[in-house]
Structures are given as C-alpha cells and as structure tokens.
C-alpha cells in the first residue's frame, strides 16, 4: 500500500472509531486505526491531520444520517440559543460541530461560558431544573497541564459547558485541527446566523414551542440515577443493586429488540418505583410516570410481574386470559425473559446517559 493510500486508510479507519464513539480524542482514534492497519511503526508525519479525520466523519454522518442529519442540526442550534440566553449572564459562546455545521451521531452541544465560579453556574441550573454532572479534567499539552472545568447538562440534547475565569472572555481560542482560531458565536450572532442560515425560521416561535414541551428524559433519569443505592433482594437478585439490574435488563432488551423505542424503555425503566415504594413498586412508577408513556410501554411495565406469575402458574384465570388477549402479550413474555436474565453477578453495563442516548437517538431515527 502507498504512503497516500495507507495515510487515507488511517483517516478512515479514525473517523470510524470517533463517528461510532469509540474514541473521542483524535490523538488516540488515529494512534489506534495505524496500529490496526500497519504492522511497523507509523512516523507522526505520516499519520493523517485531525482536519483529514473530520472530513471523513462527516462522509460517515451523511452516509448514515441523511437528511435527518440537517433537520438534527437545525434543532440543535436552537436549543443552543435557548441554553444561551438561559446562561446570558456567563456571556456563552457557541463553539465546535453545532457552530461549524459537522456535527454527527451523538454530538454533544458545546458552549464556552466565563465565571470564576461554577459553582454560580451550577445554581442557576439548578434553579432552572437542569439536570447536570461537573467535572474537572485534567489536561497535559505541550507538557503544562491544567485543570478545565466541564459542566454536562442532560437536556433534549446532551451540554459541554466548559468554564474559564471572566477575564479570558475576549480570548481567541485556537482549534486543535485548524491552528486557526476557532469559529464562535455569542448570542446575538447566533440569533443573525439562524435568520440568515433559516430565512423562514420563525425562531421565537421555535423557542417558544420547545420551551412548552415536556421533555420527558430528565423524568426517567432523575428516577433511574437513585437506584444504584437501592439493593436488590438477595434471594432473587444477586447481581447486586437495582439500577445495575436495570441496566442489564436494557442490555437483554437492546440484543434482542435493538429498534423497539418503546419495548427498550420498558426494560430500562420497570423497577424505577422500587426507588419510591418498594411494597408497591409498580404501582409507583406508573403513578409517577403517568402522561409520559405510550399506552404500549406502560401495558409492558404494569405487567412484568405478572409475566413472572404466568410462567410460574399462579397468575389468576381471568387476568391470565386479558393477557394472552393482548398484541403486546409476546413482548411482555419477552421482557420477563429479560428481566431474569438481567441477574448477572459482574455483566457488563452501560451508563444511564448511555441508555437514555441511545434511546433519545432511537427516537430521532423514527421520526418521532
């Protein structure tokens, strides 16, 4: 193979590990595809630009994604102004792919906002009901290392807020890809941008609607999150507490039926009521996510228990018969089928923002 052929094959091979999340850093994606593809050492001259990997990724998003692709980046540059104006006081900035036009398939939505205390920052999210999680990442370059400070807020679209001290607000960021400095917008550019990029974007409007709808996702992880410290019951679940049973479920479920949006949530969330009444758990959850569900999906965790009295026999003749009577009667033999599989001392699990993104994308996919 051709040094140009090989340094194209790198390229690719990276931006697939990055488009499907498997690496998030270029540095690691591109080290990882030579070692793949090339049994000698590769010279870092010769490994492809982080601008060669990124015009690859966004090959990869139009392939796969389409034109949903553009109605996704349409929707995140308006819930981007929405955030904006929410954190007006931090004075935000709109950065990287949401900004620039490259985002793809989980792309978080990244803004540089300035105070020299998170802490205020983690308040007025707190005021407004955001869910978030803060972290401090320590970072070594050019061998200095600095702590950055990164707030994820968990909203119809996933936050990067990353904060810097207020007097670095005027500051001209450089790109890693580019060495150029990077693309931003404040707010009022933004709201320029979307009029000349949307011409017949009625934005209030938009934001308005968005701000009226009722996002359910910040419901199923608030209820979902307080289960890691609730222990199972040691005769029928060993594997230890209820939210890593929850996950195992959803793992069965996604192997088994990894496109049903609404067999999925029942998996993930069908002893979130045990974090609430564990006497009546089921009862609970439905209680408490009432309006939120599809008439499928509650079918599904009304029953689960019930699905685990038939198989035993003991389940009464006339709720027997309403069961077998329903369509949804084969998928809830399947989730009990999950539920006592989802029992494993050890099994790998995902996170609960890595459920409730798959299924946010899932849902994206479908239109809904």
């Known amino acids: 193979m051709s040094q140009g052929k090989l340094r194209q094959a790198i390229a690719l091979e990276a931006a697939r590990l990055m488009y499907e999340r498997v690496e998030t850093e270029y540095f690691t994606a591109k080290r990882k595809a030579a070692k793949r593809l090339c049994r000698q050492w590769v010279k870092p001259e010769d490994l492809p630009s982080n601008a060669e990997i990124r015009q690859q990724i966004q090959v990869f998003a139009r392939i796969h994604e389409g034109d949903r692709r553009t ?12 955030m904006m104006r929410l954190l007006r006081t931090f004075r935000p900035r709109l950065i990287g792919s949401v900004m620039t036009g490259h985002v793809r398939k989980g792309s978080d939505i990244d803004l540089h906002i300035f105070s020299d205390s998170a802490a205020l920052v983690c308040d007025l999210l707190e005021q407004e009901g955001c869910q978030y999680d803060l972290e401090r990442k320590q970072v070594v370059k050019h061998g200095e290392s600095r702590i950055f400070t990164h707030i994820h807020v968990h909203d ?76 199972g019951s040691p005769v029928y679940h060993p594997e230890g507490d209820v939210l890593y049973h929850s996950l195992q479920v959803f793992e069965q479920a996604r192997d088994r039926r990894p496109y049903d949006e609404e067999f999925l949530l029942a998996a993930l969330l069908h002893d979130v009521g045990k974090g609430l009444d564990r006497s009546r758990h089921v009862e609970a959850a439905l209680d408490v996510l009432d309006g939120i569900l599809t008439d499928r999906t509650r079918f599904l965790i009304e029953h689960h228990m019930h699905a685990h009295d038939y198989k035993a026999g003991t389940l009464g003749n006339k709720l027997r018969r309403e069961l077998e009577s329903s369509p949804d009667f084969e998928d809830l033999m399947l989730l009990r089928e999950c539920d006592e599989a989802g029992r494993e001392r050890g099994a790998v699990v995902g996170t609960v923002d890595d459920a409730l993104n798959y299924l946010r994308e899932l849902e994206r996919e479908n239109g809904a």
Do not use: C, W
Request: aromatic content about 10%.
């Open 156 to 231: 119809r679209f996933t936050f990067e807020l990353t904060v810097y001290a207020e007097d670095q607000a005027h500051y001209v960021f450089k790109s890693s890809i580019t060495g150029k400095a990077i693309e931003r917008a404040s707010i009022r550019e933004l709201e320029e941008f979307l009029a000349t990029e949307y011409p017949d974007l009625d934005l209030d409007g938009e934001l308005q609607a968005a701000e009226a709808a009722n996002d359910p996702y910040p419901v199923y992880r608030m209820l979902l999150l307080p289960l890691e410290n609730v222990p």
């Open 71 to 82: 109605v996704n980046l349409r929707d995140m540059r308006l819930e981007a102004l929405r």
